[in-house]
């Protein structure tokens, strides 16, 4: 009896350690997906902030056009004013040269003001474009980690797997059905060690006699609590298989 259970608690540890390496395999492309998206969003910032350059460069030529506008009104307005006879005609064309003045004066002070927002905004897209190139090489360099790892993974899966395969061979047709009937309907856990008369996998203590009959391993026992097969995990060969 003690060779068949042995031969269940290979299997459970074959399941398990298949399970924690399927749970673990989606890890990777989780994480890819997540750096994949921050990239995406900050991409999309940065392009923003893009247009936004463009839009002041673009403000900046239109106020420079309107500078060089009044400037050339201003060239009129002065050959106008030596042309005139009149003093009121003269007040009046002096006083237009006046308002084409303070409006080409503000026109300036607009320019300059945005001029400077221009180069606060080239030196922030400067500034995403290093950070865009660090976090594409952080993503490049994490994919080429996960891929490698997943590679590894399936490579031990491959291994698990075929000793599951060859457990599955030698282990009692009936029992197997048992095993996989338990560890269906028991969250993957068809058989469970008992340690200190307490079942591992529910944690309920195993009455006295049934724990007696257990360490004496002359049947295939199984916990009153929680139906799993169970076997006595602090048996010398059983001490590194229990879960
Ligand atoms: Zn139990």
């Known amino acids: 009896m003690?060779?068949?259970?042995?031969?269940?608690?290979?299997?459970?540890?074959?399941?398990?350690?298949?399970?924690?390496?399927?749970?673990?395999?989606?890890?990777?492309p989780l994480k890819i997906r997540e750096l994949q998206e921050r990239l995406n969003t900050l991409k999309e910032k940065f392009q923003e902030d893009n247009s936004r350059l463009q839009a002041l460069k673009k403000e900046r030529l239109?106020?420079?056009?309107?500078?060089?506008?009044?400037?050339?009104?201003?060239?009129?307005?002065?050959?106008?004013?030596?042309?005139?006879?009149?003093?009121?005609?003269?007040?009046?064309?002096?006083?237009?040269?006046?308002?084409?003045?303070?409006?080409?004066?503000?026109?300036?002070?607009?320019?300059?003001?945005?001029?400077?927002?221009?180069?606060?905004?080239?030196?922030?897209?400067?500034?995403?474009?290093?950070?865009?190139?660090?976090?594409?090489?952080?993503?490049?360099s994490t994919k080429a980690e996960v891929e490698e790892e997943l590679a590894k993974m399936d490579r031990k899966l491959e291994e698990v797997e075929a000793t599951r395969a060859r457990l599955s061979q030698v282990i009692d047709g009936e029992l197997l059905s048992r095993y996989a009937f338990l560890k269906e309907r028991k969250n993957g856990h068809a058989i469970s060690a008992v340690i200190d008369g307490v079942c591992q996998a529910c944690h309920m203590n195993i009455p006295p006699q049934r724990y007696n009959d257990l360490i004496r391993g002359n049947a295939l026992l199984?916990?009153?609590?929680?139906?799993?097969?169970?076997?006595?995990g602090e048996e010398s060969s059983f001490k590194k298989a229990t879960m």
């Open 222 to 232: 199984t916990c009153p609590n929680c139906s799993r097969m169970i076997y006595w």
């Open 2 to 28: 003690k060779e068949k259970i042995d031969l269940l608690v290979q299997l459970q540890e074959c399941d398990n350690e298949i399970g924690l390496i399927l749970n673990r395999k989606k890890e990777g």
């Open 62 to 140: 239109n106020l420079e056009q309107d500078v060089q506008d009044f400037e050339n009104k201003l060239e009129k307005s002065n050959i106008k004013l030596s042309n005139i006879k009149s003093n009121k005609e003269y007040q009046a064309a002096l006083n237009e040269i006046e308002e084409l003045k303070k409006a080409k004066f503000q026109t300036e002070d607009r320019v300059l003001q945005v001029m400077e927002s221009v180069e606060e905004m080239e030196s922030i897209c400067r500034g995403n474009k290093d950070k865009e190139r660090e976090l594409e090489g952080t993503f490049e």
